[in-house]
C-alpha cells in the first residue's frame, strides 16, 4: 500500500485526538484520556514543544472506509539518561486496524529511529503494556528488549493529588 510518513502540523491534531482515543479504546483506558486537540497544538506546535509527532498518511483513493486518509501516527519526545545520554521516548505509536501490516508501523517506527540518531540519541525507549502480546512481538522482531525481568525496572508515577501533594512539599524559594 502506497503510504507518507510526514512531520505533523497543528492542523493534524483533530485527527491525531482521534487515533489517541482510538488506541485508548484498545488499550481499554478510553476513560483515561482527558486531552483535547486543542491542547496538544498548544504543547505540541508551539515554541518549546513538550513533543513531536509524526502522521502516516494514505492517498484519498486508499482512505478508511470512515474516509480519513491520516491512518497512524507517532509521537514521541526527548529524555536523557545520567548513564547514557540523550534519548527518545516514544509515547504512542498507532495504525489503525484496518491499515495494519502493511508496513506503516514499522515506517513510523523506522522514522522516529532516525529522527533519534540524527539528534545523537543513544537509544528509544517505550512502554507496552503487558497483555498486548502482539506489539511487543511486534518491537521485540526488530530487536526492542524486554528490560521488565532483564534489568527489572518498574515504572512509576506521580498524578492528581499526589503530584500537587509532592509540589506542595517543595522547599520554599
Known amino acids: 500500500m502506497n503510504f507518507k510518513i510526514r512531520a505533523a502540523?497543528?492542523?493534524d491534531c483533530k485527527?491525531?485526538?482521534?487515533?489517541?482515543m482510538e488506541l485508548a479504546v484498545y488499550e481499554k483506558m478510553p476513560?483515561?484520556?482527558?486531552i483535547?486537540?486543542?491542547?496538544?497544538?498548544r504543547d505540541g506546535f508551539c515554541q518549546n514543544p513538550f513533543f513531536e509527532?509524526?502522521?502516516?498518511?494514505v492517498p484519498e483513493e486508499h482512505k478508511s472506509t470512515e474516509?480519513?486518509?491520516v491512518v497512524g501516527y507517532a509521537l514521541y519526545f526527548y529524555t536523557y539518561s545520567t548513564w547514557k545520554g540523550r534519548s527518545i521516548y516514544l509515547e504512542d505509536l498507532y495504525v489503525m486496524p484496518e491499515f495494519r501490516g502493511n508496513g506503516i508501523g514499522k515506517g513510523l517506527l523506522s522514522k522516529v529511529a532516525k529522527v533519534g540518531k540524527e539528534k545523537q540519541c543513544v537509544r528509544l525507549q517505550l512502554s507496552v503494556l503487558n497483555w498486548n502480546t502482539p506489539t511487543r512481538d511486534f518491537y521485540a522482531a526488530k530487536g526492542a528488549q524486554d528490560l521488565t525481568d532483564s534489568e527489572g525496572w518498574h515504572f512509576i508515577r506521580f498524578d492528581?493529588?499526589?503530584?500537587?501533594n509532592l509540589a506542595n512539599?517543595?522547599?520554599k524559594d
Open 169 to 171: 512539599d517543595s522547599p
Open 67 to 69: 474516509g480519513f486518509t
Open 15 to 20: 485527527e491525531i485526538s482521534r487515533m489517541i
Open 9 to 11: 502540523a497543528a492542523e
Open 36 to 41: 483535547s486537540h486543542e491542547e496538544l497544538e
Open 31 to 34: 476513560d483515561q484520556v482527558k
Open 160 to 164: 492528581g493529588q499526589n503530584l500537587d
Open 53 to 57: 509527532c509524526l502522521v502516516a498518511e
